[in-house]
């Protein structure tokens, strides 16, 4: 029997506060190893069993676990942890899930919730200690048919719940999955949603994973506002009700409703004090100096807001009732982004990730001198501008492909009218609620507010890891020129975070994303010039900061990874409408390209993050591309370029899909569904058309092949080479490695697939006689040497032929600038005409960097040796 031992880290290498809401991983398992996740368990680093869940996340080919999830409760922390194989100890503490007709409940020993299956209410109630805490909690949003701000006769809408299913019931983590869509008053339905509310065992505080689909009319349809409000019940007296706001750092807007502090005379220490911790106050009776007859003279503050319009700044105001003036209360940077108003017989609160990033936010306390407050976190402001989703130019009379292409020459945009309509992008948000059976400490919200901020992450090391998802290895300085190129690795990805912060690449559509190329000129990246704007994950960014993260194990490179897997999955990608399952090449605006393509969309720039964290969105994310093929029928990606363009027809039998950028994203979307559904559809056509390519006269050197839709097979006539310097550098390199270990470990079976991928990798780079004599000609179009020294690398690796690898390592130095120490200048300070001192890059693109990145790291694990 195979022995199982993971270890398992903090992300940020330090026990967090884990009673706040468990924590979810996976880990990876070697074929054949384990046959069912219940042979798992898991022990905390002094060698103590401890409670866990776990379950399958993908399946090797002979049905082993390839992938299991992992699942702790609330509880204090341990070091570390080992998942091991062996009976785990029953929790003492379990998550219990009842459904009824109309509902379904959840009691986390800790809190008891119930959802709602249809109407309204996506949460009908929350309990604490058999008290009700909250209720009512719903989506919110408001639209406009103009983008103007303060449009009178704003169309309301309430989210309405159509279905609500129990993904997992426990013991230990339970997760429901809740559907619906924004009805206005008119009647009209639009703004679909999915929220997966994700519980654990002993935990009060429960996540929302809230996603929605854009699918309005660009030109009349503007999000005014979006939001999740709840009730909450108030029972105290007015002194003794609480309102808290966080704002930077951990520091807490703390005041009372009806506050006991400032005043001219002074109910006495311990009043004050009580008041200002959350605890009931003194009996008025016996506070100092007459308080108790004049208390009646305080006003009540009755409203709270605060506001983050950017990512720099926000602001609280308050006031005594809706016809009173907005008062200030505060004001500083970048808000942590958590509220809670409650009173001493209980409350709630709410926290929202990445609050500043994801501006316009906002935060708002109403009615709190009445029964019923309401708390509402709005992930677009209705303080802010309408949403405006219009493409940004009028088409400059690009009416025809010549005319395309011509304007393709110089603003790099791939324009064509209707297509940059942001009709079917989406956008997902990270909340927590946590209900309180009375006002809690600052110091605990303030421990709630970390916790919403960075949320804890368990990972495997990066030493178990290695030897899955791809070619890498291990950091290694131990020789001087190898250690130069660990620095340079560092040094690209230390520049990149920076350079978010540093451009403010943030808001509701941006956050996650980076700019593809830089104007040196003005010193700035080009924000504003057609297809070099917003990158859209070319040249596959993703992969390079997964890729990353799975050796370095750096808690900063994750966050980035996984914040560009939610914005590349959802706002680079359409959900619904003509193009569903395709992707948007960069421009200006994530969705304006015209060029749709599976390339973006691809479940390889997704899998790693799922594999990691086991979150069910980004799983979905993958699974909704399982039909993408068909896309292929709907809208020929190389309309624009392509030769036999007065005879191509795209039928059901013929379809034309390229070997590289498409295939590599149809192979990706088919083995992940085959190893998380055992979807044998998709295990029928990866491994066919693997055959198929094996099985081409020219292999992946023919370039495209012609698809049989309704078989999934490609037609194995076709003889011809064609060339894309493309082909590769969108997950065809990691997926193919893969599917080639798989054929060695006996698990897949496709003659000539091997093959196929390793003359592809010997003869990219090779000299023009070799290519010749084995290709019949010598290909056009070889370029980006430098990431393509990686296939040479891959060959001299399986070939054991240190010629190649001589080859590949000259390629490499030879083919980028992102070696040499002018590749940039750092801190360069601009003119005063600018508008602060940045970084500045000299000739980096942001596509090119991923690419050198990759090159770096795969060559160090394949041919590393050959560097000395």
């Not at 309301?156 to 999955?177: I, K, S, Y």
């Not at 108790?292 to 609280?316: C, F, H, K, M, V």
């Not at 990686?790 to 010629?803: E, I, P, V």
Request: hydrophobic content about 40%.
């Amino acid at each position: 029997m195979t022995t199982v031992d993971v270890p398992l880290r903090w992300l940020d290498d330090a026990a967090p506060d884990l009673a706040l809401a468990g924590v979810t991983c996976g880990v990876p398992l070697a074929p054949g190893a384990v046959a069912d996740p219940a042979e798992l368990s898991v022990v905390d680093d002094a060698g103590t069993p401890v409670p866990a869940q776990t379950w399958r996340l993908a399946a090797w080919p002979d049905g082993s676990v390839k992938w299991a999830g992992i699942a702790l409760g609330a509880g204090e922390p341990a070091d570390g942890y080992r998942v091991v194989r062996g009976p785990g100890p029953a929790p003492a503490v379990r998550v219990h899930v009842a459904e009824t007709a109309d509902a379904v409940e959840v009691d986390t020993g800790a809190a008891r919730i119930t959802l709602s299956r249809t109407g309204t209410d996506l949460v009908r109630s929350i309990r604490v200690s058999d008290a009700e805490v909250a209720a009512s909690g719903r989506l919110v949003s408001s639209r406009q048919d103009r983008p103007e701000p303060d449009v009178p006769g704003r169309a309301h809408a309430a989210g309405h719940v159509t279905a609500c299913e129990v993904e997992q019931d426990g013991p230990l983590r339970a997760v429901v999955r809740v559907t619906g869509v924004h009805r206005e008053e008119s009647g009209r339905e639009w703004l679909p949603f999915t929220v997966r509310l994700v519980f654990a065992a002993g935990a009060a505080t429960f996540r929302i994973v809230h996603s929605f689909t854009w699918d309005g009319d660009p030109e009349r349809d503007f999000l005014s506002s979006l939001g999740l409000r709840f009730t909450v019940p108030l029972r105290a007296d007015l002194h003794d009700r609480h309102v808290r706001l966080a704002g930077a750092g951990g520091g807490f807007l703390r005041e009372a409703v009806r506050g006991l502090t400032g005043l001219r005379r002074d109910p006495g220490a311990e009043v004050r004090a009580a008041q200002l911790d959350g605890r009931p106050v003194p009996d008025p009776s016996t506070w100092d100096r007459d308080v108790e007859r004049l208390s009646r003279w305080i006003p009540a503050w009755a409203d709270y807001t605060l506001r983050q319009p950017n990512a720099n700044g926000y602001t609280i105001r308050k006031r005594t009732a809706a016809d009173r003036p907005w008062i200030d209360a505060a004001q500083g940077t970048r808000a942590d982004g958590l509220a809670y108003v409650g009173d001493t017989a209980g409350g709630l609160a709410l926290g929202l990730t990445g609050f500043w990033q994801s501006h316009p936010t906002g935060l708002d306390v109403r009615a709190a001198d009445t029964e019923a407050a309401t708390l509402t976190l709005w992930l677009w402001s209705p303080d802010a501008e309408p949403m405006d989703l219009r493409f940004y130019h009028d088409g400059l009379g690009q009416d025809t492909y010549a005319d395309q292409l011509d304007a393709l020459e110089i603003t790099y945009e791939d324009y064509e009218p209707g297509f940059g309509t942001a009709h079917g992008i989406a956008r997902t948000h990270e909340l927590t609620v946590t209900p309180y059976a009375a006002t809690p400490p600052v110091a605990e919200l303030a421990r709630l507010a970390r916790g919403t901020v960075l949320r804890p992450q368990l990972a495997a090391t990066p030493e178990a890891l290695q030897g899955f998802l791809g070619d890498w290895d291990l950091p290694d300085r131990a020789d001087p020129k190898r250690a130069a190129l660990e620095d340079r690795l560092d040094f690209l990805l230390d520049f990149y975070i920076g350079q978010i912060d540093q451009r403010s690449w943030y808001g509701f559509w941006n956050f996650g994303d980076v700019m593809h190329a830089y104007d040196a000129d003005r010193h700035t990246w080009r924000y504003d010039v057609g297809g070099y704007a917003w990158d859209n994950s070319e040249l596959s960014p993703d992969l390079w900061l997964w890729t990353s993260f799975l050796r370095t194990g750096r808690a900063d490179v994750f966050r980035l990874a996984e914040r560009m897997t939610r914005h590349t999955g959802d706002v680079d990608v359409y959900h619904a409408g003509p193009w569903r399952g395709l992707g948007t090449r960069h421009n200006v605006q994530h969705w304006g390209c015209s060029a749709k393509q599976v390339r973006i969309s691809t479940p390889a720039y997704r899998r790693v993050h799922y594999l990691l964290t086991g979150d069910e969105h980004t799983r979905d994310r993958m699974l909704e591309q399982r039909d993408s093929d068909a896309t292929f029928l709907a809208l020929d990606p190389t309309r624009k370029v392509r030769a036999d363009a007065a005879t191509y027809r795209p039928e059901r039998g013929a379809l034309a899909v390229g070997l590289g950028t498409d295939w590599s994203a149809l192979a990706a979307t088919w083995l992940a569904d085959w190893e998380i559904t055992g979807n044998e559809r998709s295990r029928d056509r990866l491994v066919g058309t693997m055959r198929d390519i094996g099985s081409l006269p020219k292999g992946f050197f023919t370039g495209e092949a012609l698809y049989d839709l309704d078989k999934g097979r490609f037609d194995t006539a076709r003889d011809r080479v064609a060339l894309s310097h493309l082909s590769a550098v969108f997950g065809l390199v990691e997926v193919c490695s893969e599917l080639v270990s798989l054929i060695d470990a006996g698990l897949v079976d496709a003659p000539g697939f091997k093959d196929a991928w390793l003359q592809y990798c010997r003869l990219y780079l090779a000299d023009p006689e070799a290519q010749r004599a084995e290709l019949g000609t010598a290909p056009a179009g070889v370029h980006l040497e430098q990431a393509h020294s990686r296939l040479t690398a891959y060959a001299a690796h399986r070939l054991g032929d240190d010629a190649l690898a001589d080859r590949a390592w000259r390629a490499y130095f030879a083919g980028g600038e992102f070696m040499g120490e002018d590749a940039f200048r750092t801190v360069q300070i601009l003119p005063p005409e600018v508008l602060a001192p940045v970084d500045e890059a000299r000739t980096l693109s942001t596509n090119d960097a991923a690419q050198c990145g990759l090159a770096t790291i795969q060559n160090l694990a394949l041919i590393g040796r050959r560097l000395r």
